[in-house]
């Protein structure tokens, strides 16, 4: 692994560059130099972790294989997915797993890094959340998913040493119909008050309440939902829905329709496919807080209202189906599995009308 000094135009200052060639995918032979390293040593580092990520095999380095697995992943995956992921893996794998060879990682290092993420407290001596412990070990399952499948790693050690965390939260935190019109009650901006009024009555997502334009607003009093906003260095990007069936066409209560009609004929000069709402996720985490304290509520995030919801249209009586339609939900069963202990009152009461529909019967007359 050769290395290279070289001086400037200065004529002072002296640099490295590696040299070196390699064969790629597709075989073929091709030439890498690259400059501008201060030391032999990082020059000679540069051309290591090159050709180790052209290494098929799990006896690559596991910061290698990150790299190799984001680059494939950015071609199939949302910028915001992305960025959640990369953020994952930076501070919660590359630090334990960077430096060791993928074919090294067994269960018992597995479980010693899940033990010291269970074990972790910050400075006010909170843990790490069941559900963000979940996710972690999720995301290391995933890239070892990906070694099995690509650098023939012979089996995901995370699958023999177990997961971590819960893949929801014990406790839901949701407002009832007469918290939220207290806590609407204390908003002044006109504009903040709608948009929670529209995420409430809605069980809108906040990236898609973000993304609605005057044109999203149909006549029938319907919301036609089909895109999503997310602003990611400073970039703002209207993104396909989460899923198919999360594009969806929604029907609203009448006075939701009328707000909003009302207050987008006040905006001067907007256009059909002009955002209707100009800030940002982090202002309504602001503002929530802001006026749910003012209210004397207990605080909820943003996307607990999607919750609330819900919430509400089971008390109403609404059928699992219905609300997995109008939450853009994949399927019935990630309605269920969400909001399952919502419902634990349902058995009960449907044994309650089984014995009603019995005792109501005609009974038969003997022969």
Request: hydrophobic content about 35%; some cysteine.
């Amino acid at each position: 692994m050769p290395a290279y000094k070289y001086t400037l135009k200065d004529g002072k200052t002296t640099r490295w560059y590696a040299n070196f060639y390699f064969t790629d995918w597709t075989g073929e032979k091709k030439h890498i130099c690259k400059r501008g390293f201060k030391t032999q040593r990082e020059a000679k580092e540069y051309e290591r972790s090159f050709l180790d990520q052209q290494n098929n095999t799990s006896d690559i380095l596991f910061s290698s294989l990150v790299e190799n697995y984001l680059e494939d992943m950015s071609h199939r995956l949302k910028p915001t997915t992305m960025a959640n992921k990369r953020n994952i893996i930076e501070t919660k794998l590359l630090p334990y797993f960077g430096s060791q060879k993928v074919c090294d990682i067994d269960t018992i290092k597995v479980r010693k890094w899940q033990n010291e993420l269970m074990s972790y407290r910050d400075q006010d001596g909170n843990p790490f959340s069941q559900t963000y412990l979940k996710t972690i070990n999720n995301q290391l399952s995933a890239i070892m998913n990906y070694a099995t499948a690509h650098y023939r790693l012979p089996a995901n050690p995370c699958r023999v040493a177990g997961s971590m965390g819960k893949s929801k939260a014990e406790e839901m935190n949701i407002w009832t119909q007469a918290q939220y019109e207290q806590f609407s009650a204390a908003i002044q901006k006109s504009s903040v008050k709608l948009a929670f009024d529209i995420l409430f009555y809605t069980g809108m997502r906040s990236g898609e309440l973000l993304a609605l334009t005057p044109a999203d607003i149909l006549p029938s009093r319907r919301i036609d939902i089909n895109k999503n906003y997310a602003k990611l260095n400073g970039e703002e990007l209207f993104l396909e829905p989460k899923t198919p069936k999360a594009k969806r066409c929604i029907s609203i209560p009448e006075f939701l329709y009328d707000d909003i009609m009302g207050y987008v004929s006040k905006l001067y000069g907007i256009g059909k496919g002009d955002r209707i709402f100009y800030f940002t996720k982090s202002a309504l985490d602001k503002e929530i807080k802001v006026n749910a304290a003012k209210a004397g509520l207990p605080t909820i995030r943003v996307h607990d209202l999607r919750h609330s919801h819900a919430s509400m249209l089971i008390e109403m009586g609404f059928a699992p189906l219905e609300i997995a339609d109008r939450l853009g939900h994949e399927s019935v069963k990630t309605t269920l599995d969400t909001y399952s202990h919502l419902y634990p009152d349902k058995d009960q009461h449907l044994a309650n009308r089984l014995n009603q529909f019995r005792r109501a019967a005609p009974e038969e007359e003997n022969p």
